[in-house]
């Protein structure tokens, strides 16, 4: 919301509430908590992601992320074919219900410092919002307030004598340095 008083841009208050269903993905990549980490690897690739969200009974157990696989497989020289994914597996995992805003969501991320959120609904996982995800609203959001901004722009009206054609007038601008009147404004324009 951009608050305008008086004709100034002198209290101006960007304000957002966007439902978290508007920014997440839908039917993120999911995995059985028996499976392999090579399997987990694979699912990630296909669906070119970066976790894989484990299920145990259908129901959101940890998550899987290509730092787990990084850190607690290969660093360790382990077989990611002999390894379970609940051996390695992020737990206990954070969600979010589906009826908060992307501010809530942020405020889990940065409490519980991390950059995936899975968004569950009775239980079961309907989506996930990343760090990414959120980066990309918030772009778009700035690229908005910054069209807002010019079109509520103020500019001062300044009354005085124009210095080309020495006429009084109420609606002066700057030209290069010379106070003009909106006639002598259009003759100074390029072709």
Known sequence: ?????????????FETRIPIKEVMKFKPATISVDMTVALAAQKMCQEEVGSCI????SKPAGIITEQDINCKVVAKDRKPGEVLVSEVMSTPLITTDADRTVGDV????????VRRVPVVENGFVIGIVTVRDIL???????????NLIEINR?????????DECEC??????????????????SEEEPL
């Open 1 to 13: 919301m951009i608050c305008v008083s008086d004709n100034n841009v002198n209290a101006m208050r």
């Open 54 to 57: 484990v299920l145990h009974n």
């Open 106 to 113: 942020v405020d889990i991320m940065v409490k519980h410092k």
């Open 136 to 146: 990309a609203v918030s772009n778009e959001m700035n690229e908005i307030m910054a």
């Open 154 to 162: 103020y500019d001062d009206i300044i009354t005085g004598i124009c």
């Open 168 to 185: 009084m007038s109420d609606d002066l601008k700057s030209v290069d340095g010379r106070m003009l009147c909106p006639g002598c404004r």
